[in-house]
């Protein structure tokens, strides 16, 4: 049954600190994604990439986030300095090249609260 | 501001009857439609999608339908059942085959409460 997995599936930190989320998408996908959801926001795309390259990132706040594909294994998302307005829950998506939203399947998401 | 809304956060009916969810969009562009579930603790689930030169579109118990001229879509979900209980997102994107991309805009979701 393949799954998109993410780690930590929770996270508690103070204010200032980095935070860095994982993501290892199905295997065969070359298409990553990144999205938060706020109760103010919904549900927003932050980044994109295909196979490992950034497509968009125009949803990302650059200042502090940043987005990488150290392989075709893994995604990752990491927040420095964390602040309070980060607090939400972060899915990653993965998809094969060339198809539709419907072929998007989410992990379970890791829920942040920073203090 | 947001491209795509769901102005109802929260639905709630009995099971065995209708639930009826709605989604409007502002962008024009948007020419590709999905619906999107979603349980506790678990990521979005893909739920059904239809295209603008569609008007319907049927799934089992869900069919979506779509008014271009007025950029409202709703889900129609009969009968329900509580295991319907979900946040359900609508969300819109330029078609693929008409060279858009797989860039997904969501609504902020609606709770919909299936009661027994």
């Known amino acids: 049954d393949a799954r998109v997995t993410q780690t930590p599936r929770h996270k508690v930190t103070e204010m200032g600190q980095e935070v860095t989320m994982r993501c290892q998408p199905i295997?065969?996908?070359?298409?990553v994604f990144w999205y938060r959801q706020t109760m103010m926001q919904g549900l927003e795309l932050l980044a994109y990439?295909?196979?490992?390259?950034?497509?968009?990132d125009s949803g990302m706040p650059k200042d502090r986030f940043s987005a990488e594909m150290p392989d075709a294994t893994l995604a990752t998302l990491k927040i420095q300095p964390s602040e309070p307005r980060d607090s939400a829950v972060y899915f990653c998506a993965s998809a094969a090249a060339g198809h539709g939203g419907e072929t998007q399947y989410f992990g379970p998401g890791t829920r942040l609260l920073v203090l | 501001d947001q491209q795509v809304k769901q102005n109802s956060p929260s639905l709630s009916v009995q099971e065995g009857r209708i639930s009826i969810l709605n989604c409007d969009y502002t962008?024009?562009?948007?020419?590709?439609f999905l619906w999107y579930k979603k349980y506790p603790a678990e990521g979005p689930t893909f739920l059904i999608s239809?295209?603008?030169?569609?008007d319907k579109n049927e799934d089992g118990r869900f069919t979506v339908f779509l008014n271009k001229s007025a950029k409202h879509l709703s889900l129609h979900i009969v009968p329900s059942q509580p295991g319907d209980s979900a946040v359900y997102f609508c969300?819109?994107?330029?078609?693929?085959?008409?060279?858009?991309?797989?860039?997904?805009?969501f609504g902020k979701g609606t709770k919909l409460t299936v009661n027994p």
């Open positions: 969300a819109a994107s330029l078609d693929l085959t008409q060279g858009g991309s797989e860039k997904l805009v």
């Open positions: 962008n024009s562009m948007f020419d590709y």
């Open positions: 239809i295209s603008s030169i569609k």
């Open positions: 990439f295909r196979n490992r390259a950034p497509l968009d």
């Open positions: 295997l065969g996908h070359n298409t």
